[in-house]
């Protein structure tokens, strides 16, 4: 067991043509690897459940490619640092409260990182003014401007 680094939910969002690598499987989790940080190792343990059907059921169905749509939904995320380089997420099935938090990855990001709250980032660069960004970050509050222009709809 490493340094624990976080623990909280938190929604998911990956972003990217080939994001993640299937490294093992097993009847209640998945592992993977995180694709573009060649220098920084993250493993991903999976074991949400409905993920883990529909990564079956996209292995079956020859349609592994939409599998990120799945991923990318709301998880317990706890992460560990396994080694100044290495780090093992740990995702498991969600509270349902509200995420305060985003796990975000793009791989072939341009030079324009946004500006938010972050809590752990890793950055490389990937090729030409291209990087692959992982971070979590502390999602921005929902303003009143919001429910306003959604209450505007209730009649």
């Not at 003014?129 to 401007?145: E, H, M, Q």
Request: aromatic letters at 14%; one cysteine or more.
């Amino acid at each position: 067991m490493g340094e624990l680094l976080f623990d909280d939910q938190v929604d998911i969002q990956f972003q990217g043509d080939r994001v993640l690598r299937v490294c093992s499987t097993a009847e209640d989790f998945v592992e993977y690897e995180v694709i573009g940080l060649s220098d920084n190792l993250i493993i991903i343990h999976d074991r949400r459940r409905g993920v883990l059907a529909k990564l079956d059921e996209a292995i079956a169905t020859n349609t592994i490619h939409q599998f990120v749509h799945y991923f990318n939904s709301r998880a317990r995320l706890r992460v560990e640092a396994q080694s100044e380089n290495e780090y093992v997420f740990y995702l498991d099935d969600p509270d349902p409260f509200y995420a305060r938090f985003m796990l975000w990855y793009a791989n072939g990001i341009g030079d324009e990182i946004p500006v938010y709250d972050y809590i752990f980032t890793l950055i490389e660069q990937a090729s030409d003014n291209r990087y692959a960004f992982l971070s979590i970050y502390l999602r921005p509050p929902v303003t009143d401007s919001v429910e306003v222009f959604s209450s505007s709809f209730a009649g």
